[in-house]
């Protein structure tokens, strides 16, 4: 199915252990199976070097007292034999050291068998001192003749039988070489104690010369059993040398005689005994002594067996436990010098594949796309050459970084031809802008009708703006900036050049530098800072609401100049701002990809101006919730200035008064030129209110500015070097009006009340240095016939005086009309029949329009008696 094959692909997939453990397991797993068998063989050889200890023990501590008491048992048997049948003091004499010697060899015996450690040993110990424990009363008995012969050799018997049977316990062991020794020696044993007993027999008959018929019968049957444990007795088992003596005493001629007496009795008749019994005594003491003999040799062989068995058997376990954990710490040391050496050899490559992937690719791609011819190979680390798998996979990240650098060189050589086409397209587009604002320029001074001016207005500031869209592309692009600017120019007029290049600029408000700080920007750096904070300007008015103001200012601070662009919108998101400042602080190289799924390309091109003149850009949230953009400009680009702005200001002031005279003479020239204007007279008190027109005699000598709107500063004026500073006792270019000069009719302000013109830029940086103005004429051509006004032609000078503003002076064309109207309506008539409908929409309309002009140019207003605002009025002007 394919859900199981997918889980079984993923399991296959999935990795099972980390590579660490991979070097750790193979080793681990056969080190466990390693140590487990060994120790399993190790636990078989310590049981069987404890079981060999604890058999040399049993034979050393058990059968070895065990001998001796069989040994001193049956000559005390024999010898009170010998006394029963013939008391002479020569036997008792005998019979009492025999004793002795017993007591002492029981007393040892006990000694050394106090606590066997197995139950049989136990029991067969208990049993050889049960039968032990009557030796004296029985001696007793045989000393008062209260106990037979027979008697005294039954209890003897018994007891010996106990103690072989002791022997052939303690001789037992599980090892199959020792078993094998031990039931041998324990064969032997029984065949000296049937000798035993015939001797003892034999040795009481020929005390008295002539042997019992129950005798010569139990002679036969101990006859019977020894060769029977003869027959049994494999010597070739028989440890150390005790098969070699028991072969040297089968034949020696002892044997043989105690072999032909031994035939002689059992064959015999009667109670006489055979004539060569007289030599069993010397025969059969020497045979049982080489029994006896061999006998404790074997013993003692044995325990030397068992003990150098359990000591072979420890040293094997040793030894073996040593080179098991020799193997393990041998294969645990390889292992970890080949899990050290490869996890280094690993770490160091994953150390320079990080630094390949953090810092040497990048590099070499930014190096790349910066145009530099880089060869990828000089820069790889230089690695030994290894024929494993970990060189080949070190070959191989080389060998990506090699194709990754060289993909990416190709890419930029590609991406460097685009650019230079786009680049070329895109000046070819500016030298079409520069021209169609030239013949707009040339329209501005052709044409006087508000109508056409205020459209041809609206095209130079739309081509103003293309202008400084088509310079963003060129800056996106890497080419460097087209329009230039030697002369420096006060920051004021640079603000107001950027606000002049937005497209909502009536609600920018533009705060000046105080007079005295004549603060100018180096013209290298005029045209980037007016675009950059054209650009910051224009993303304030684009992203807060209509009704919101865009304010700009500028303070000294003390690394520079601190520019503040605030507007009052609804800001952006803690990510956005981080994301947006890193942009500005870092700009990388044009990339789509790298300027996120919202493209911010005024960020970008802010970005890029403010690294070309090391201008510092921040945003910030505003203390009204909007964005607060604030550039810094560095010392570096400041100069100290006159500004032509705050000369020609103080040099109008001083001519303001001389135009107060005139004030008049225009008003009611005004008056009469509006009635010749509307076709019908006007009353005086409605042509005084209205007729303020652009040509006032302040205006007829103001030159103009390249077209710049009369709101709050926006626009530039030229240097000052081009207007010269009037003095006050004689203003330049100030020529009072002819007194028989014809009367001029003023054009009213009809258009323009109703719309203020936006102005291309002019005194903007551009390519050209000198840039044409617009020279417009202050007074239309006189009729034919008639004399043109002296001034007419005269050239541009600085103006004498600031404009006045006159009650009723911006009014539009059809208030003007209405109000005509109202004052020639007929008597009688009500003010339901005048006020329509229709005039009412109009007339609401006409006042929200010049509320709304009211309030965007309030700060733009004359204040003073010099026609400057007080600079104590508002303080916060000077600060940011």
Not at 144 to 160: H, K
Not at 764 to 772: H, N, T, W
Request: proline fraction near 7%; hydrophobic fraction near 40%.
């Amino acid at each position: 199915m394919p859900g199981t094959r997918d889980r079984r692909t993923r399991h296959r997939a999935a990795p099972r252990r980390s590579l660490r453990s991979s070097f750790v397991v193979p080793f681990v797993v056969p080190a466990i199976c390693l140590s487990g068998l060994w120790g399993y063989t190790a636990a078989g050889l310590v049981d069987e070097q404890i079981q060999l200890h604890s058999d040399a023990d049993h034979v050393s501590s058990v059968a070895r007292p065990v001998q001796e008491v069989l040994a001193r048992l049956q000559d005390e048997r024999r010898l009170t034999a010998v006394w029963q049948a013939n008391r002479t003091d020569s036997a008792r004499e005998e019979l009492d050291a025999a004793r002795k010697k017993t007591d002492a060899t029981i007393a040892d015996f006990r000694h050394r068998t106090s606590s066997p450690d197995t139950p049989a040993l136990r029991r067969r110990t208990q049993a050889l001192d049960t039968a032990l424990a009557p030796l004296t009363d029985r001696r007793n008995s045989i000393d008062a003749r209260t106990l037979s012969a027979s008697g005294s050799f039954a209890y003897f018997t018994d007891a010996v039988s106990q103690g072989l049977a002791l022997l052939t316990e303690a001789v037992r062991s599980d090892d199959g070489e020792l078993g094998r020794q031990g039931a041998a020696t324990a064969a032997l044993a029984q065949s000296t104690e049937m000798l035993a007993r015939e001797d003892a027999l034999l040795s009481g008959s020929l005390a008295v010369r002539r042997i019992s018929l129950a005798d010569r019968a139990r002679f036969g049957q101990y006859l019977a059993a020894q060769q029977a444990s003869r027959a049994g007795l494999n010597t070739q088992d028989l440890p150390g040398t005790a098969a070699a003596k028991y072969g040297q005493i089968t034949g020696s001629a002892q044997w043989t005689t105690v072999g032909s007496v031994e035939q002689a009795v059992n064959g015999g008749q009667g109670t006489s005994l055979p004539q060569q019994a007289t030599s069993w005594p010397t025969a059969a003491d020497s045979v049982l002594g080489g029994f006896r003999t061999a006998a404790t040799g074997s013993l003692d062989a044995l325990a030397n067996r068992a003990g150098h068995r359990a000591d072979e058997s420890l040293l094997a376990t040793l030894v073996g436990t040593a080179v098991t954990l020799a193997a393990l710490a041998g294969a645990a040391v390889l292992a970890l010098r080949a899990r050290r050496s490869t996890l280094g050899r690993l770490a160091r490559l994953q150390e320079e594949t990080e630094q390949l992937a953090e810092l040497r690719l990048p590099d070499i791609l930014a190096r790349i796309e910066s145009g530099e011819r880089v060869d990828p190979a000089a820069l790889l680390p230089q690695r030994p050459q290894t024929g494993d798998e970990l060189g080949e996979l070190a070959g191989a990240i080389d060998q990506l970084v090699r194709v990754a650098a060289h993909s990416t060189m190709r890419q930029s050589q590609g991406r460097e031809g685009t650019e230079k086409v786009v680049a070329q397209l895109i000046r070819r587009a500016q030298s079409l802008i520069h021209r169609l604002i030239s013949l707009l320029d040339d329209l501005e001074r052709k044409h006087e009708d508000s109508d056409l001016l205020k459209d041809i207005f609206r095209v130079d500031h739309l081509a103003t703006r293309v202008r400084r869209h088509a310079e963003n592309l060129m800056i996106l692009s890497g080419a460097p900036p087209s329009r230039r600017t030697t002369p420096p120019v006060s920051i004021t007029d640079v603000m107001r050049s950027a606000v002049a290049e937005t497209e909502q600029y009536t609600r920018v408000r533009v705060k000046n530098t105080p007079a005295d700080r004549r603060v100018a920007l180096a013209g290298r750096a005029v045209a980037d800072v007016t675009h950059l904070l054209a650009e910051l300007v224009e993303n304030g008015t684009s992203f807060s609401p209509p009704h919101t103001q865009v304010t700009v200012s500028a303070t000294e601070v003390a690394r520079g100049l601190a520019m503040h662009v605030e507007d009052q919108g609804l800001g952006m998101r803690p990510e956005q701002l981080a994301r947006a400042n890193e942009l500005l602080a870092h700009p990388p190289r044009i990339d789509m990809t790298a300027l996120g799924e919202d493209p911010r390309l005024g960020h970008f091109v802010v970005a890029r101006l403010a690294e070309r003149h090391g201008i510092r850009v921040v945003l910030r949230e505003s203390d009204y919730g909007g964005t607060l953009a604030l550039v810094v400009l560095p010392a570096e680009l400041l100069e100290n200035t006159d500004s032509p702005v705050v000369d020609q200001l103080q040099s109008a002031a001083v001519a303001a008064g001389r135009a107060v005279g005139s004030q008049a003479e225009a008003a009611s020239l005004t008056g009469a030129d509006d009635q010749a204007y509307t076709g019908r007279e006007v009353p005086a008190g409605v042509g005084a209110g209205l007729g303020m027109v652009d040509e006032v005699v302040t205006h007829s000598a103001l030159p103009d500015h390249s077209g710049f709107p009369e709101y709050g500063g926006a626009g530039l004026l030229p240097p000052a070097s081009d207007h010269p500073v009037p003095t006050a006792e004689e203003p330049a270019g100030w020529t009072p009006p002819p007194g028989d000069a014809p009367p001029v009719r003023p054009r009213p302000r009809t258009a323009r009340a109703e719309q203020p013109a936006p102005p291309p830029e002019r005194f903007a940086p551009a390519a050209e240095q000198d840039l044409p103005r617009r020279q417009r004429r202050s007074v239309r051509p006189a009729p034919s016939g008639q004399a043109a006004a002296p001034d007419a032609t005269r050239a541009l000078s600085t103006p004498d005086v600031l404009p006045q503003r006159v009650r009723g002076a911006s009014l539009a064309q059809q208030l003007r009309r209405e109000a005509a109207q109202m004052e020639d309506r007929p008597e009688g008539e009500s003010d339901k029949d005048v006020f329509s409908p229709e005039a009412s929409a109009r007339a609401m309309s006409a006042i929200h329009q010049g509320l709304k002009r009211a309030g965007m140019f309030q700060g733009d207003e004359p204040h003073g008696a010099h026609g400057r605002q007080d600079e104590s009025a508002d303080p916060s002007a000077d600060e940011l």
